[in-house]
C-alpha cells in the first residue's frame, strides 16, 4: 500500500502494519471528537511516525498513485475533522 503524507512523499507501508497504523488513527479520532488539540497534536504526529518507521520513502520524482493520503503534521484539528468524516484516516 502506498502512503502519502501531505507536504512530505511516499511511504510502501505492508499491508501487515494497517493494525498498528489503525490503532494510531483511532487515537487521532478520539482526540478529535474531544476537541483535546494536545492530544490531537500528539496522535497525528504519532500516525505519522508511525508511516515512517513502518514504510519505505519512496523517492521524491516517484508519480505512483496513493492508496491513503494523509494530512501534514501541521494540520489544525478542524482540517483533519472534515477528513475523518468518512471514517477515519485509514479505513479498516
Known amino acids: 500500500m502506498i502512503v502519502r ?7 510502501d507501508v505492508s499491508d501487515d502494519s494497517l493494525d498498528a497504523l489503525n490503532r494510531l488513527d483511532e487515537a487521532v479520532e478520539a482526540a ?9 497534536r ?17 523517492p521524491d520524482d516517484s508519480l505512483d498513485q496513493s492508496d491513503l ?5 501541521d494540520a489544525t484539528i478542524d482540517e483533519v475533522r ?11
Open 5 to 11: 503524507i501531505l507536504g512530505e512523499g511516499q511511504y
Open 32 to 40: 478529535v471528537e474531544a476537541g483535546d488539540e494536545a492530544a490531537f
Open 42 to 58: 500528539t496522535a497525528l504526529e504519532s500516525l505519522l511516525a508511525g508511516v515512517r518507521d513502518h514504510g519505505t520513502h519512496h
Open 69 to 73: 493520503i494523509l494530512p501534514p503534521g
Open 82 to 92: 472534515e477528513l475523518l468524516a468518512d471514517g477515519g484516516l485509514i479505513p479498516g
